[in-house]
């Protein structure tokens, strides 16, 4: 039964009308931050300095009025300065580094493909919500699979051989020499590329279910120059054949399983001697109540959409969640047989575990 407005208190009503507008201002301009990234403004802007809107209109061959308003909604929402003195624009360098500088480990804005695959995907989400029924990740809207890549792939550049694998006991030595590297559910390629050109010497074999990612990965490996070192292999995580690996990684894609202690096991069976496991998932607390916050629940409205409809395609279906939390991770991998587990490293997004036989 819905209160009455006179039981309502008044503040706390103002409060969350507000926070529903602001959450509405986002979802609408996050439209506008696809468009700004797709028609080459941000990079206009960063080239640019100070620059009026007809000025940016011509230098990206655009049309002044729409130009003119997208520039308001950026100005409106914090993302553009505006100089009313002179007229002009500036997207301050901070900015840029996040929108657009495809180099920098900050880079994120092609990563609002993957919400506007949400979007595309909504129906489909909710039929799944009515019947039960699972999800594939091959069955999402393309715009999916390469949204992925650009939002994990910011991550990987700035922590993957800089941090993550340094934390691990011995494996930066053994990949320095030349070993060999395992990446279950690479997708585009993104991270087994990143430690490729970290490590020369070693070879490495990325593996996913999904073809078309896979096709797009052994095209990323010739763009960067790596493909005789690298072979992407359509598999699933516990079908794949090859062993004797030093290194084995699921980076963020162990909560996506159906079974995931049975890809645990799968995956301890394929070390070397000696190997180890890296498990990179989104990072999450074991308490729901402390899991709060836009981090948290970006991750939970991924795994909602995403996440754990895929799990339930799958055989045995777990649905993990992204938002799983470390003790349910451990678990997962000592389920799968593996004796020592340990938190190695973690950043605000990402929850980094060393796993040993």
Known sequence: MTPKTAELNPAKLEAFVGQAVTDMAAAMSGVLINLGHKLGLYRAL????SIGARDL?????LRERYVKEWLHNHVAGGYVEYSPTTDSYVLPPEHAAVLADPESPFYLVPAFELVASMWLDEEKVADAFRKGRGFAWHEHHHRLFHGTEAFFRT?????LTTSWIPALEGVEEKLKAGGQVLDIGCGHGASTIVMAKAYPNSTFVGVDYHPESIAVARQRADEAGVADRVTFEVASAKDFTATGFDLIC????????????????RARKALAKGGTVLLVEPFANDSIAENKGPVARMYYAASTTLCVPNSLSQEVGTGLGAQAGEARLREILMTGG??????????????ILEARI
């Open 250 to 265: 699921f980076f963020d894609c162990l909560h996506d399983m159906g079974d995931p202690s049975g890809a645990a096991a």
């Open 57 to 61: 209109a011509e230098k990206t061959g």
């Open 46 to 49: 960063a080239e640019s300095g």
């Open 338 to 351: 593996f004796g020592s587990v340990r938190r190695a490293a973690s950043t605000p997004v990402n929850l």
């Open 155 to 159: 991550g990987y550049k700035a922590n």
